[in-house]
């Protein structure tokens, strides 16, 4: 029998040259399957003997006589339980679903390299940075934030991008989504961030009256909404066209046990672009796969999407002075401090198998490696649980043993004993310590440097809570400085659109009010679209509109499935930049 060494030896031999792409694995015999890396990476036998390597077996590898009919008492029926071939087959098949992501449900992954382009080891000590050109394997995820598993993928939402790089000093996972700032900036406020943003659960629908009723009482994140509600932040026109932020503010550790306060940038080569709403909510009903698709081609196709990885680098005494240091409400001037190079990020392998590569993989941004810290910043302090808590739930207490979470080096873990689906035999340690029979010890080599605390234990608002530098200057800045004219008036169109199925006037008037207190031009913009479309003048919905439309072209002609119908559709809205021909609709009412 093979020691628990070698198999795990093999297994990360596998893995290591199937992220790397450097042999190639064996081919399944379904001409349809790319060659398989599962079996190799849980070091499953995948021989059989060859009077059997043609015939169905159950998942005890017992050989199956019969495929397509229940065993039945009679050619009637009924159906016996010692059909045990069906029992098999139901009962997989209603626990095929694990719970989805409470938030960045809907998503799509792939395998990639990062290849180090610049020193920064005067910041940081992680191997993984140590040398020009060194190249560490990664999986990330691409994903919505609060669409759900089956909605549209061009639904206006944010957008993340998380990575996992299999590093020789452990996994690193760096989260990032689409803008450099969130909307809220303390975990406390994270599941009401969270609630307000999903569904109501009382009618379980969406609800945008409850959203700006959030965003109107928590000022501090509209600098995130005024992203979410521009093009390219809330409605990117494909994955690999985003540009992606860490937020939250981490730390480096350098080898003389210097501090330095990080926060990290992925720029994407390919250009930052975004669809507007129509575009997006005309490509929503034809094809809700839309970004998923649009990367798996550009893959295949070996259009590998690539990232300028870079950082802003803050020193540890500045940020014990500065109000926006942990505030992830807040972008750090890139006057003040410039992006540095770490090197380019490519996406360049597809995953063969949804569930066990992309639904199972679990990012945390606990997961660091040596020479990457974290920051008293109070939305990551409170991430630190939440996402371990989060897969524990969702895929199980051993889910860091599985295949896509594993470590390309051997984990010396000795507290990891026993819960649901334990993967690794656990012979090697007592599973306590310190001991007698224990090799391993802790090294204090890798302890990071103290850190400052201030002040007496309390519940404390950030330092310039309410002022207007705290709540408006950024947004305004963002608004007057960085958003071009057409970005502006899209911004408008987006909010108006939504403010229109506000149900509390209260809300509404509060939003415009703060829309204001951003910018003048702001305020008349989102107010004057909204009113035009109270008065009718504009559509209250896309879908109102195009229903109408439809309904006009078919009464004028009566000849349904003939009509071209998006391109007139466009032009009468005032936009000609959609190329796609909608297939008309033939139930449609003409009522
Ligand atoms: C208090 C605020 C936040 C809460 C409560 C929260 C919570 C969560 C939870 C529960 C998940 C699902 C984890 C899983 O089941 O595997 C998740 C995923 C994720 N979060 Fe957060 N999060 C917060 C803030 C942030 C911030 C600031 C970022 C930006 C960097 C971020 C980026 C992500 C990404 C990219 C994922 C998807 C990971 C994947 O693809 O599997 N989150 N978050």
Redesign the pocket.
């Known amino acids: 029998m093979q020691s628990t060494t070698s198999t795990v030896k093999g297994v990360i031999s596998e893995v290591m040259s199937t992220l790397t792409g450097t042999t190639s694995t064996s081919n399944t015999s379904c001409p349809l399957a790319p060659p398989s890396i599962i079996s190799a990476n849980t070091g499953i036998p995948t021989t059989s003997p060859p009077e059997l390597k043609n015939t169905f077996t159950t998942m005890t590898g017992c050989p199956i006589a019969h495929m397509k009919n229940s065993l039945t008492a009679g050619p009637q029926g009924p159906i016996l339980l010692q059909d045990t071939v069906l029992m098999e087959k139901v009962t997989q098949f209603t626990r095929e679903k694990i719970?989805?992501?409470?938030?960045?449900?809907l998503?799509t992954?792939a395998y990639g390299k990062l290849t180090v382009t610049n020193d920064i080891s005067q910041y940081t000590c992680a191997k993984l940075f140590s040398k020009i050109g060194t190249e560490t394997p990664l999986f990330?995820?691409?994903?919505g934030?609060f669409t759900e598993q089956g909605d549209p993928e061009t639904n206006r939402d944010p957008?993340?991008?998380?990575l996992k790089f299999y590093t020789e000093e452990g996994n690193w996972d760096?989260?990032?989504?689409n803008t450099p700032v969130?909307n809220?900036r303390?975990?406390?406020?994270?599941?009401d961030?969270?609630h307000a943003n999903k569904r109501d659960p009382r009618s379980a629908m969406w609800s945008p009256t409850q959203f700006w009723d959030f965003t109107v009482n928590h000022p501090e994140g509209l600098h995130q909404v005024l992203m979410l509600y521009s093009d390219r932040g809330g409605t990117p026109m494909s994955f690999r066209m985003i540009h992606?932020?860490?937020?939250?503010t981490f730390s480096f550790i350098n080898v003389n046990k210097e501090r330095f306060w990080v926060k990290f940038h992925l720029i994407s080569m390919q250009g930052c672009k975004g669809f507007n709403m129509l575009e997006a909510k005309i490509i929503a009903g034809e094809d809700p796969n839309f970004l998923t698709r649009d990367l798996r081609e550009a893959i295949e196709r070996g259009d590998f999407p690539k990232w300028r990885f870079a950082c802003q680098i803050m020193p540890e005494e500045e940020g014990y002075k500065s109000p926006f240091a942990f505030d992830?409400t807040k972008v750090w001037k890139h006057s003040d401090y410039p992006l540095i190079d770490i090197g380019i990020v490519e996406i360049n392998k597809n995953p063969i198998d949804y569930f066990t590569e992309?639904e199972q993989?679990?990012?945390?941004?606990a997961n660091v490696v040596p020479g990457i810290g974290f920051s008293p910043d109070k939305?990551?302090q409170?991430?630190l649980l939440?996402?371990d808590?989060?897969?524990h739930?969702?895929?199980g207490p051993n889910h860091k043993e599985l295949p896509i979470n594993r470590p390309i080096v051997e984990p010396h873990t000795m507290w990891n004993i026993g819960g649901n689906f334990q993967l690794e035999t656990k012979d090697k340690y007592p599973h306590y310590y310190p001991s007698y029979f224990q090799k391993l010890k802790p090294d204090p080599k890798y302890m990071e440097p103290p850190l400052l605390v201030n002040g007496a234990v309390g519940y404390y608002d950030y330092p310039l809570e309410g002022t207007d530098e705290d709540y408006y200057a950024q947004p305004r800045e963002l608004f007057t400085r960085v958003m071009s004219t057409i970005d502006k008036q899209n911004l408008f169109e987006n909010i108006a659109a939504s403010l229109a199925k506000v149900t509390s006037e209260d809300v509404v008037q509060a939003v415009i009010q703060q829309c204001y207190l951003v910018d003048q031009k702001l305020g008349d913009g989102v107010s004057t679209l909204l009113k035009s479309r109270r008065m009718g003048t504009k559509p209250k919905t896309i879908g109102e509109t195009l229903l109408t439309q439809y309904n006009e072209l078919l009464a004028s002609t009566k000849e349904f499935g003939k009509m071209p119908a998006t391109n007139s559709v466009a032009k009468t809205l005032g936009t000609e930049s959609i190329a796609h021909q909608v297939p008309l609709r033939t139930e449609f009412s003409t009522q």
């Not at 719970?99 to 449900?105: G, I, L, Y």
């Not at 957008?159 to 998380?162: K, L």
């Not at 303390?186 to 599941?191: F, S």
């Not at 993989?361 to 941004?365: G, I, K, N, Q, R």
């Open positions: 719970p989805a992501r409470n938030v960045h449900a998503g992954g990330a995820r691409f994903s934030v957008r993340g991008f998380a760096l989260l990032t989504i969130f809220c303390d975990v406390k406020v994270g599941p961030a969270v992606a932020y860490g937020c939250n992830c992309v993989v679990a990012f945390s941004p939305l990551l409170g991430r939440i996402y808590d989060a897969q739930h969702r895929i």
